[in-house]
């Protein structure tokens, strides 16, 4: 049946298909036909429909398919060239950072995305994710800002770090606060801090201006000063933070609309001005005692010394608030989303695609239009000589642009096959790594568990042997095994960290990657077979583009065509006499249009025997591959069916022994290390299963 043509009488019965166009005088309307009323009013008048069998005769639509009422979308949006759902969220009560990680957990946990579907957050999330990072700018812009202006308000250093230790002090308050309400951090709260940072330093000048002041009128004694000074601005310095403090308390304790926003910016803002005035009143007095000493005891050195210790402070005390916004929690969907979108040389890849894609549309180029003029003596009318216009046009043989298309489609399926590939392998390296990493964790959960044992195991060793109950052989045989599993956790430790670190020019980020600890399980193989391979669909694809270059060399033989048109004109003539020409390019001297096909055609042949190459020798290696699962499974068959069993009994039955007496402390640890063995070598087993598992299902040479 013709698809085409059982759409067209659908569409013409019940929503009408326009056939012709109807013209009275100037104006013309569409001629539309489709079904009376009476006859497109119920799903039976579709079912009666006749249509046109291949062999001319007439049969009712439902007797070539079942015609039911269903609900369809009510619309269907796209974006990238795939479908999209949207689904939207009001959220109150929360912020979006927290309610978004609760969905992630709430879909990693339920729901497994079938291949080709993928979840995105946008919408306010993403907005919060770009302010985020212009956050991440603007915190540091301020806080240099803030200390330029102290240092020219003050002018030594030293003053202008005694009242910027103020902003990390007022950062824990608000950091506090946030936590006692139960707020997490957002971006408001982010205003918050830089406000707070801006009004945390004003006590500090009210107090230091005023210390200043009594020192130019002759107080030199610094502890009378400090007193005097503290009592004759507390009053300010309490009305200062206490009036910013309950400005912003209406904001903190409202529950109106917008409320989201403003609790956080006034809680952080209130909490802050807590700490920092207790900064004022209590510890900027101290280090002002500690850097404005009598000048007997004031050494040079020395306030250097205090002047860099105090720098190191604040920066150890700003960088432990902030050094957690670097740690990078993810799982596994958020690794290989976040390495196909970070990855430069899958971006490369993607604009390679789009630049083949967009030069499909030169392949009908021409060439430049030629215009002209002349004066010929020798062609005359009326005794004139005439001058001449014209203009010029060659094209090539219409069936040449039809060949330079398919070869630039060609290339374009080639080149889209190489993304695929490019992709393959991330989401191979990446899925290689986790599960590598998920390994080194299992491997050292194990290791820390006989760890704690050796641990109580050589000191066992050591009292029996002070006691006098052993000898020295058996106190540094438990130190030794007690050393040489140190050894092996800490290689464990190193070998989970390298692992991390492959991640890191993957995922193009410097940040510390932390992945979520899941139980180690078997990869699911789902390669049957190098059918479907995209390394197969590249050659294929790249024999395509030798063949369509062949074809396009074979149509260039045909002549191009020129067209001509022009005028001829002199004072003698009421109108130009007009003309035309019609030329073929033929190309006598083929030679070299001869050797690029020979030349093409040779590159065919090599393409097609490197498919095949290649074809061997990916069966070949699929399957070796498909060996070595076997070998592992039958390693991994042997835990499941009595390895675990055994190990459980071994743990079992030494500890029940050890209990009763029947077994010494040494005797339970080689019971015990003789378990875990079975366990470790489960593991390292199960890796090996899994890493071979995941090379067959990303395979490629």
Not at 131 to 143: D, G
Not at 424 to 446: M, P, S
Not at 621 to 634: D, V
Request: neutral net charge; charged residues 25%; without cysteine.
């Amino acid at each position: 049946m013709n698809i085409a043509g059982l759409n067209n009488i659908v569409s013409m019965g019940f929503s009408g298909k326009t056939l012709g166009n109807v013209f009275e005088g100037e104006k013309r309307f569409d001629l539309v036909m489709r079904l009376e009323k009476d006859r497109r009013e119920d799903i039976a008048n579709l079912e009666n429909l006749y249509v046109d069998t291949p062999s001319g005769q007439k049969i009712p639509l439902r007797e070539l398919a079942d015609i039911t009422y269903q609900k369809g979308a009510a619309k269907i949006s796209r974006d990238n060239t795939q479908r999209r759902i949207v689904v939207g969220i009001n959220v109150r009560g929360s912020d979006l950072q927290t309610v978004v990680n609760d969905i992630r957990k709430i879909i990693d946990a339920n729901i497994s995305l079938p291949p080709g579907y993928t979840i995105t957050y946008g919408g306010q999330f993403e907005n919060l994710q770009s302010a985020t990072a212009r956050l991440k700018i603007a915190v540091p812009i301020a806080l240099a800002l803030i200390f330029i202006l102290l240092y020219f308000a003050f002018g030594t250093l030293r003053e202008a770090l005694m009242i910027f230790s103020a902003i990390p002090f007022a950062a824990v308050g608000g950091i506090l606060l946030l936590w006692i309400r139960g707020m997490p951090f957002s971006i408001s709260a982010g205003v918050g801090f830089i406000a707070l940072f801006g009004i945390a330093v004003l006590n500090g000048i009210v107090l230091l201006e005023h210390f200043k002041e009594l020192r130019e009128k002759g107080m030199k004694n610094n502890n009378n000063l400090i007193i005097n000074g503290a009592q004759d601005r507390l009053r300010a310095v309490l009305l200062t933070a206490s009036a910013a403090a309950l400005g912003f308390l209406p904001m903190a304790i409202s529950s109106s609309a917008g409320a989201e926003v403003q609790r956080p910016l006034a809680t952080v803002v209130i909490g802050g001005l807590i700490t920092s005035t207790l900064l004022t009143l209590v510890v900027l007095p101290v280090i002002y005692s500690i850097f404005h000493k009598d000048k007997k005891q004031k050494n040079n050195q020395n306030d250097n010394v205090r002047i860099k210790a105090l720098s190191l402070i604040i920066f150890l005390l700003w960088v432990s608030g902030f050094s957690q916004d670097s740690v990078l929690i993810t799982d596994y969907e958020n690794l290989k989303e976040m390495a196909l979108e970070n990855n430069a040389g899958l971006k490369a890849a993607g604009l390679r695609v789009d630049e083949t894609e967009a030069m499909i549309g030169s392949a009908f180029d021409f060439d430049k239009t030629e215009g002209y003029y002349g004066y010929d003596e020798s062609n005359r009318a009326n005794n004139e000589a005439l001058s001449v216009l014209g203009v010029r046009q060659n094209f090539a043989f219409p069936t040449v642009y039809l060949a330079r298309k398919k070869v630039r489609k060609a290339e374009y399926r080639q080149q889209r096959s190489t993304y695929e590939i490019h992709k393959l392998d991330i989401e191979q390296e990446v899925t290689g790594v986790y599960y590598q990493i998920q390994y080194e964790k299992a491997r050292i959960n194990v290791y820390r568990q006989l760890d704690s044992l050796y641990q109580k195991f050589a000191y066992a060793a050591k009292r029996r042997f002070e006691l006098g109950e052993s000898n020295y052989l058996e106190k540094i045989t438990a130190r030794s095994k007690q050393k040489q599993l140190e050894t092996k956790f800490k290689q464990a430790q190193y070998d989970l960290a390298v692992s991390i670190e492959r991640l890191k020019p993957i995922l193009k980020t410097d940040s510390n990657i932390r992945i979520e600890s899941e139980a180690l399980n078997k990869v699911e193989l789902n390669n049957l077979g190098i059918s479907t391979n995209p390394a197969l669909e590249f050659y294929d694809n790249r024999k395509a583009v030798f063949d369509a270059k062949s074809s396009l060399e074979k149509q260039q033989l045909l002549p191009d065509i020129s067209l001509t048109y022009f005028q001829w004109n002199n004072d003698l003539i009421e109108s130009p006499l007009q003309g035309y020409q019609v030329g073929l390019h033929v190309p006598l001297l083929f030679f070299g249009n001869a050797s690029r096909i020979k030349a093409s055609n040779l590159a065919r042949e090599a393409a097609t025997a490197e498919t095949e190459d290649y074809k061997l020798h990916l069966n070949a290696k699929f399957r070796e591959l498909m060996e070595q699962m076997e070998k592992h499974r039958q390693s991994l068959s042997y835990y499941e069916n009595e390895g675990k069993g055994l190990s459980e009994e071994i743990i079992k039955m030494a500890t029940l022994s050890y209990k009763n007496g029947e077994i010494d402390f040494f005797e339970y640890i080689q019971s015990l290390e003789n378990s875990y063995d079975i366990i470790l070598s489960y593991y390292e087993n199960l890796n090996a299963y899994n890493q071979t598992v995941i090379r067959i299902n990303y395979l490629t040479l």
